[in-house]
């Protein structure tokens, strides 16, 4: 027996467990075959339906070809999958069996439920892209389907909702529900009832579905007040993920958080205004390396991050777009307390992402409103996180291609701004012409957004790199008061204060930056080890450049850092690192151009430099 697997990765395996190597149009044929009620088709229709895009003769043509590679791969196998007559192309499920089997198969209502939930999660042909019109409206029409099948099976396992593990497995099908079509309320109505309700719920107000909701801050500023509702919910609705707490201790505390999390996602599927990621597909997100891109491909809005440690669970709330922190807060996970106060402490998480949420929607929907820039100004901005001349200048082109789509896109002038601060830094040649640069984009943005801490944030950076020092620490700490959990302008405000002389203030805001940001930046560490080197904490310096992925742009600093203390072979091999990276480097006009608000910080950074032999 061979068997198609249809969901994630499509592909044909043995029954050993091995792969065949089959053309993919093949394996989209055999589903096709496999889906439909005959497992028959014409040769007219497979062609049509693999290349609807060519001429008839042509397709025809690319037909037999497809069918005599098959033959090949199958030549040597007792039975053959398919039955191959001049007109027609039959597939012999004697042969062939697919995960498919799962939605035709018996068993209990609960466990028929879990089956078809565990299947369709991991999505219907997810790892190849549609060639044609035909195969695309084919695999949307057989996710349809999909969804309607696993959303029967939920309702046939609610006389079993009793039994032991039935909540979780009729809940999780829930979510995966409600995270493909938000405004199912049947299923919303079901969801709130399996949690046992939610002081989210019963304050929401009485409406049809096109209602939405909005929480609003009490008079005093501190505690959520009513929600009320507004009309009418924008069509695209923002997709919020929920990513499962981490822990550097894998401990019965982590199982813990983990249900926590679980009881705030079902807590939020009260809200109309958004629409949530389900916990499987927010698990495979906190899994993937290149998390930042998979956002974007899902579209999603706003991250809650979660990481557990021994002073409790920290939670931030994060406006991709922007890579804004919006909110943040740490809450107590002691084992003693958790048990009772779980649900108090789901719902006040619950109730505190709602707010912002609400407060935040003005922002989102400027941004969705003009989808073509949104996506230029993502692609500029994933490019910026490395700081390499190339990359630099791909993300300056995407940054401009974004406002050829919308001329005033604030973030998009934000963007441009440091793409022009980023690429003096890397050059270290002194250019003003790119700082001058830098400022109008800045203040173009804050001409057309004033209230957004960014454009303020590349004001404050580029007024740094020309000198006026005092300027610079005005316009990030408007930035700061602007946005207070935003730990990019925390970072450019620590920065800005080692350049202010200083060094001590500077290392403890740069410290609040990396408890926003945990997994920190490159450039946090950057600045942390440059506000070492002036506090003559050398060793510290040294241990924030080696915590560093890029160590790139900080070997100086580690070459002058390692030079103080008299190791005289790492300063050699930072040193040389630097002059590999920047062979025409000099000391004194370098110096020169480095804005230091007192003349004891040049002096310490030119003695480090010459000890390290440059």
Known sequence: MLHLQTFGDL????????????????????????????HELSRYELAQFLWNDVEADLARLNLRKLLSRIRETDGGRAEMPFDFTATTVRLNTQVVSSDLDIFRAGGSPLERLNAIAELTQRGFIANIKPATKLIDAWIRAQRDAQALQLRQALLDALPDAQKPGATRTISSAALQILERDPKDEQVRALLHRLSGGSSLNERLPNGDDHARVQVKRSEAGETPADIERISPMPLILPRLVLLPPTSKHADAGLALANALIEDVTIELCALRNISIVAPHTAGQIRRDSEKAAVVARHSIAYLLDTKLSEEGLFAQLVYFPTDEIIWANRFAMTPHILPRQRRLIAQQLTMSVARELAENEEERLRFEANPEAYHAYLVGSSLMSKLTLPHIRRARKAFKQSLSHKADFSPSFTGLARTFTSEWLVTAQGNNELLHLAEQNALRAIERDPASAAGHRELGVTKLYLGDVDASVAALHLAEELSPHFADVIYSHADTLVHASRPGDALA???????????????????????????????????????????????????????MIGDRKRALFHRQRAESINPVFDVEKWLAIVPFKEHWQKELYREGLLKAGF
């Open 11 to 38: 592909r044909l395996i043995e029954t050993n467990g091995d792969p065949v190597r089959y053309p993919i149009k093949g394996l989209l044929m055999m589903a096709h075959l496999y889906a439909g009620a005959s």
């Open 509 to 563: 805001k740069i410290k609040k930056a990396i408890s926003l940001n945990p997994i920190a930046p490159d450039a946090y560490l950057w600045c942390a080890a440059g506000a070492s080197f002036f506090l003559e904490q050398y060793e510290e310096a040294i241990a924030y450049v080696e915590a560093m992925k890029d160590k790139a742009p900080a070997h100086r600093i580690a070459a002058a850092s390692c030079a």
